[in-house]
């Protein structure tokens, strides 16, 4: 038997080595013994990956829409208000903070940038907010914001990584492959977990950022394009018809079953269901990808043209599809990364995805879809308080603090939790890391993220890293 085949391991069960030796070296009745030792949930499992799982509690979230903010956006022209900032704009940082600081590009000693943008409160929460975003100011006591969070990782491919998948290596599954691992889908006409990328450019961490990692590959996020087929070679070629297409499928499909039946490889049935719901998909995905279809005022809400690729319609489709059944829906815009430049590049990026943000919120919420949907919006990392460069119009990479937003899903509308101090330097109370937004968000769809785990290489992974992490309760309703 090969290394490989040594590895291969079926979920919650046995290696592939007991059923070799059950059905090659004559034990007798070795595909009936490897059932009862396996357990039908197991082998139900790796016969339909996706189907619908029960998590370890109730949930009060079925799916997640992650508007991940490529590049790191900075949270001190946006949300994080900070008059001391601006008070002592051209100083250098008091010499206490920077001990054994490392920034990324920059000297840690360069001088304080205060913000260059107005700021007021809003709601009935007060909450702070930035005149670049007008749209998000109108649903801050729908949103919780946290000021407090905090990431290992100050360069943009390990911070998306661990953003991402709970570690800055790769080969780890992404949140939403274990969102799909986690609890199925809801829907067989497509994937339980999709991609979305707009910008300037995708990723910096590439397609590593939605993949299954160890997970079979069934749970990996599939990337869609919002022009031409949203999935490349989905319409059949000239000269083959749905009746060709369909005998052709159900032959592949018998072979890989009776490969199935014997080896019991979650990659069988992760092939077999790819074909299957790439066939589904001609028919469903059409019509779900036409935004054209929707009222005259949901598109001008959204600030959505039916044609023209966007976040705005990314935003719409994000919600079509959470409509649909699909589990977990993440959109990439990657345009953050301001070292210079950074006033008319943060005007460009919150013109481009403010209305639509706060549409979506919106919108969720008068379909009464908000309860069970979480929304995420939040870069890798933040910026530093620090100037970049000789001038006054770039911010740095910066770990140490910065800001992200959650709406839905049974998180406490229309709070602050936790703050940085006074220069936005480092968290000042309330500190999130990394884990523990993982670990409340896998909470919030119903698992422990201590005992939610895959075993691969004979150690029980999961999200959450080996690190301790801690649900943060607070920002729970």
């Given amino acids: ?69 490529a590049g790191a956006p900075s949270q001190l022209e946006l949300l994080d ?72 990782a100050f360069n943009h491919a390990p911070g998306q990584l661990l953003m991402s998948t709970g570690s800055q290596q790769f080969g780890r599954p992404s949140f939403g492959a274990w969102a799909s691992y986690g609890l199925g889908t809801e829907n067989r006409d497509l994937p339980s977990f999709v991609v979305f990328s707009s910008g300037s450019k995708g990723p910096s961490a590439g397609s590593a950022v939605w993949s299954s990692g160890f997970l079979p590959t069934v749970h990996e996020g599939c990337l869609f394009r919002t022009s031409g087929d949203p999935v490349l070679y989905l319409s059949n070629p000239d000269g083959i018809d749905d009746t060709v297409q369909r005998d052709t499928l159900d032959a592949i499909g018998s072979l890989n079953k009776r490969r ?87 005007k460009k990026n919150c013109q481009d995805t403010d209305q639509a943000c706060a549409a979506l919120v919106k919108d969720l919420k ?26 006054d119009d770039g911010r740095d990479h910066h770990p140490n603090a910065f800001t992200t937003w959650l709406a839905g899903g049974g998180f406490k509308p229309g709070i602050t939790w936790g703050e940085s101090d006074d220069l936005g330097f480092n968290v000042g109370s309330g500190k999130v890391h ?18 939610f785990t895959y075993n691969f290489q004979g150690l029980d992974a999961r999200l959450t890293g080996v690190e301790p992490a801690r649900v943060v309760r607070e920002i729970i309703a």
Avoid at 45 to 53: E, G, M, N
Avoid at 94 to 109: G, H, K, Q, S, V
Avoid at 124 to 136: C, D, N, R, Y
Wanted: with cysteine.
């Fill in 260 to 346: 199935l039946d014997v080896m019991g490889d979650p990659e069988i049935a992760t092939r077999i269901n790819s074909f299957e719901l790439a066939f589904r998909m001609q028919s469903s995905a059409p019509e779900l990808m036409d935004i054209a279809n929707e009222p005259a005022d949901v598109l001008e809400m959204y600030g959505a043209k039916p044609g023209e690729p966007s976040f705005a319609n990314n935003c719409i489709l994000a919600r079509r599809m959470v409509e649909r059944g699909v589990r977990f829906v993440q959109l990439f815009h990657e345009a953050w990364d301001q070292h210079g430049n950074l006033r008319n590049d943060l």
């Fill in 81 to 152: 208000y900070k008059p001391q900032l601006v008070k002592h704009d051209g100083t250098l940082p008091p010499p206490e903070l920077l001990e054994n600081y490392r920034a990324a590009f920059i000297d840690p000693n360069s001088r304080l940038l205060g913000t260059r943008f107005n700021f007021s409160q809003h709601g009935q929460s007060g909450a702070w907010v930035s005149e670049l975003l007008p749209h998000f100011a109108s649903i801050v006591d729908d949103v919780t914001i946290v000021k407090s969070m905090t990431t290992d």
């Fill in 1 to 69: 038997m090969t290394s490989n085949e040594q590895s291969k391991v079926i979920p919650n069960g046995p290696a592939i080595a007991r059923r070799w030796f059950l059905q090659q070296c004559g034990v007798g009745l070795g595909t009936l013994a490897l059932h009862q030792l396996l357990g039908g949930s197991a082998v139900a499992q790796a016969a339909d990956p996706l189907a619908v799982q029960a998590p370890h509690f109730a949930p009060k979230a079925k799916h997640v829409i992650y508007l991940f903010m």
């Fill in 434 to 451: 990394v884990h523990d937004l993982h670990a409340t968000l896998l909470h919030q769809l119903g698992f422990d993220h201590e005992r």
């Fill in 366 to 391: 008068a379909r009464g879809m908000l309860d069970d949907t979480i929304v995420i919006w939040g870069g890798e990392f933040g910026r530093t308080p620090m100037v970049q460069g000789d001038g």
